[in-house]
């Protein structure tokens, strides 16, 4: 059964401590995105890679890291910087970067929601 | 950048058609118009997508203006399933901006 899995479903992290969420294609996709998502609101873009070993910031990447050393993977680190971790985290791809193709569509896993103990 | 602009929430009875509007004034000639939903504490669904002419799915009608700043997204049948939180969107540079949404309520 082809698509995104994100893991775990829930996550707890504590005060100074670093959590990875997991994501994991078997689409064949090149492109590879974290949303954060934040109760009543839409999604804000953390990161996106469109080729392994590349990643880009979007538009609320501080106190997050990713890293791309294979195609089927991109997991997304909450470091001790980010303040307010509290949130619901989507991974999403795409077959390729929407800079090569102007008719792309996302796909999303199920999603990670994170909270603070 | 291309932005959208949808309505904050809709209500529309069931087995009739909901009509969701979204503006994209600045839309440029070669974007895409996608629409996806979100039932609650799930990933968004992919609905449908355009550039200028109308399309067809089996989930629903999208309408397109013909000078491409506005569309509708037409769900032909409600039902209570349909409750959700849908997104017009606008790809700008490399990356989908999702606004706010508009959450749709099917009332039986």
């Known amino acids: 059964d082809g698509g995104i899995t994100q893991s775990p479903k829930y996550l707890f992290r504590k005060e100074g401590q670093n959590v990875t969420l997991s994501c994991e294609q078997n689409l064949n996709h090149d492109a590879m995105y974290w949303y954060r998502q934040d109760p009543g609101q839409g999604l804000r873009l953390i990161y996106y890679?469109?080729?392994?070993?590349?990643?880009q910031k979007g538009d609320i990447a501080e106190g997050y890291s990713v890293s791309r050393e294979k195609k089927e993977s991109f997991p997304l680190t909450v470091t001790s910087a980010q303040k307010n971790p509290t949130a619901f985290y989507l991974c999403a791809s795409s077959i390729a970067g929407t800079g090569r193709r102007a008719n792309e569509k996302l796909f999303f896993g199920s999603g990670t929601q994170l909270s603070v103990l | 950048d291309a932005k959208t602009t949808q309505p904050p929430s809709m209500d529309c009875a069931e087995g009739r058609a909901a009509n969701l509007p979204c503006n994209h004034s600045?839309?440029?000639?070669?974007?895409?118009v996608y629409w996806y939903r979100q039932i609650h504490s799930q990933g968004p669904q992919y609905i449908i997508h355009g550039l200028k002419n109308n399309e067809t799915n089996e989930m629903a009608s999208l309408i397109i203006t013909e000078d491409r700043k506005s569309s509708t997204l037409i769900l032909p049948h409600a039902t209570l399933r349909d409750t959700a939180v849908y997104y017009c969107?606008?790809?700008?540079?490399?990356?989908?901006?999702f606004g706010t949404g508009t959450s749709l309520t099917v009332i039986p």
């Open positions: 890679s469109q080729i392994v070993n590349d990643f």
């Open positions: 969107i606008v790809i700008t540079g490399n990356q989908f901006y």
């Open positions: 600045t839309i440029s000639g070669n974007e895409y």
